[in-house]
């Protein structure tokens, strides 16, 4: 019993697997799509997929928390909510600079932060408006900046996401016509079984006849 359900398991884990990458895949190609269709929509204004923005970390200004060639994931929110130790990302002419939050003052009467790179020695020049907010950060995943940029464009969509996700569709097609033709296989078997015991059965009574 235990040799079947072992052999059960490893027949049916190129399934699992199948359908693992799918998971992984098909969420990954609808927010690379997203973000791509966005840009090109309205260049001027950051992509985002449900007010979630990646963006790619150029410099070691916030080293060690962030370090270059890091991805970090950031959220939409209420400026007003933000406050002072919380790392943003905020617009910086055709930039988007990854910040910590340090004071929170005001300027021409409308409230501002005021920024620091943990890295760096001296506070940003220009203090963050409102409006220059991109997101709160959440969370990075180390080294992996590069290879995101890649994977928006045509070519690394098609590289890591497409290609993989056709050979599991073709993988799957080709096992069920496997699989099919196994079934008809053993059914034209069985069926010429029990022709084969019919005609002796048919035999037996003729001879005792």
Known sequence: ????????????????????????????LVMNLTIVVKSYIDPNKVP???????FVVI???????ICGGDL???????????????????????SVITHRIVDLTEKDGAPVFVTKGDANNA?????????????LYLFKVSGIGRLAMFMQTPVGMLTFVGIPL???????????RVADQK??????AAQAE??????????KENSAD
């Open 1 to 28: 019993m235990e040799k079947k359900t072992k052999k059960g398991f490893v027949r049916r884990l190129p399934s699992v697997i199948g359908i693992l990458v799918c998971v992984i895949l098909v969420p990954l």
């Open 48 to 54: 985002d997929f449900f007010g979630i923005k990646p």
């Open 59 to 65: 410099t070691g200004s916030m080293d060690p928390t």
């Open 72 to 94: 970090v994931v950031t959220k939409t929110v209420d400026p007003s909510e933000l406050k002072t130790k919380d790392v943003i990302s905020f617009k910086d002419g055709n």
């Open 123 to 135: 506070q940003d020049d220009n203090p963050v408006a409102y409006s220059q907010v991109e997101g």
């Open 166 to 176: 056709c050979a599991f569709i073709v993988y799957d097609i080709i096992r069920r």
């Open 183 to 188: 079934e008809k296989s053993q059914g034209s």
């Open 194 to 203: 029990i022709e084969r015991l019919r005609a002796e059965l048919a035999k």
